[in-house]
């Protein structure tokens, strides 16, 4: 690989990365956007024709997971700034998580408006501000999580993760409805499940329906990460000479101590992980060519100004 392929390499890597970070930027801003509008006006539509207490919206799930959508929105959303800046979306292992679960909390909702509610009551489902909560909202939130860039295979276990938050709502409300009753001061069946089906049928049934959901979204993101991988490693070609892989270690690093500040500067393991698999390298080999091409980069950015 010449040095003006190397160069190229690097560029449109930079483009891919930025391009992706100004998307997750976009759509967590919309997702926070349209979450707080809809439950604003959820809780004001409760005041307005239930007359009840305003805290009695967050009884449905499709405002407690867009508050979850819009708490996830507002953890990455630093982080897509920086990935703009620096041309690299990364989170940290715990925001990862919440994003996860935010993205299947809110899959989960909207296919069950699709497949469900929109068949039952259209009006329900797509009218006035719930057309934000079931669509908008939920749409943005994929959007941004799908952008994520974090190298992570789902397995199983991530799977059934996904599912928590809808487990745990599928506890409270069936101990509302089916164990207390509306008549003793628990909740409504606002989604009339005990009406068409007893509810040990109705949980397992949702369960799988959940798991189900949740496997798509893990599948989705599976597909999208193994070929983020392949389009970035097609640069760099079989039979490349070692030494030029340590340079390319070193233009990556450099590229961040030019780009990126002191104190918010990222090493990208999975990068040198994988460049030092598929050469046959040492990963801390790779690290030094990278950290040096960091210190450098600062050195250049500081003598330029």
């Known amino acids: 690989m010449s040095k003006t392929e190397m160069i190229g390499s690097r560029e449109q890597m930079t483009n891919l990365f930025r391009r992706r970070s100004i998307i997750a930027l976009v759509g967590c801003s919309l997702t926070m956007a349209f979450a707080f509008y809809g439950v604003i006006s959820g809780v ?3 005041i307005r024709y239930w007359a009840g207490d305003p805290f009695s ?3 449905f799930y499709t405002m407690l997971s867009n508050v979850l959508a819009a708490l996830s929105a507002s953890f990455v959303l630093p982080f897509a700034v920086e990935g703009v800046r620096k041309k690299r979306f990364t989170l940290p292992g715990w925001v990862a998580v919440i994003h996860y679960l935010s993205a299947c909390t809110v899959a989960i909702m909207m296919v069950f408006v699709f497949v469900f509610i929109s068949w039952a009551a259209p009006e329900d489902a797509f009218g006035g501000s719930n057309l934000i909560l079931h669509v ?22 991530d799977r059934i993760l996904g599912c928590v938050p809808l487990f745990v709502y599928l506890f409270v409300y069936f101990v509302e409805v089916a164990v207390i009753g509306e008549a003793n001061g628990g909740w409504p069946d606002i989604y009339r499940i005990t009406k068409f089906l007893h509810p040990l049928i109705a949980a397992p049934l949702m ?7 949740s496997t798509a979204v893990a599948w989705l993101a599976n597909i999208l990460t193994r070929r983020r ?9 079989e039979g ?9 270690a070193y233009g990556l690093g450099r590229m961040e101590g030019m780009n ?3 104190a918010g500067i990222q090493i990208p393991l999975d990068i040198l992980n994988e460049l030092a698999k598929r050469y046959g390298l040492k990963t801390d080999d790779l ?8 210190l450098n980069g600062r050195r250049e950015r500081e003598d330029s100004r």
């Open 44 to 46: 004001a539509r409760t």
């Open 240 to 248: 490349t000479d070692l030494i030029e892989v340590r340079i390319e």
């Open 57 to 59: 919206s967050f009884i």
């Open 287 to 294: 690290l030094r060519s990278y950290m040096t091409g960091v």
């Open 260 to 262: 990126g500040e002191a």
């Open 207 to 213: 369960v799988v329906f959940a798991l189900a959901v």
């Open 229 to 237: 991988k392949a389009k970035m490693y097609q640069y760099w070609k």
């Open 136 to 157: 908008f909202s939920p749409a943005m939130m994929l959007l941004s999580f799908f952008q994520m860039e974090n190298g992570h295979i789902y397995t199983w276990r």
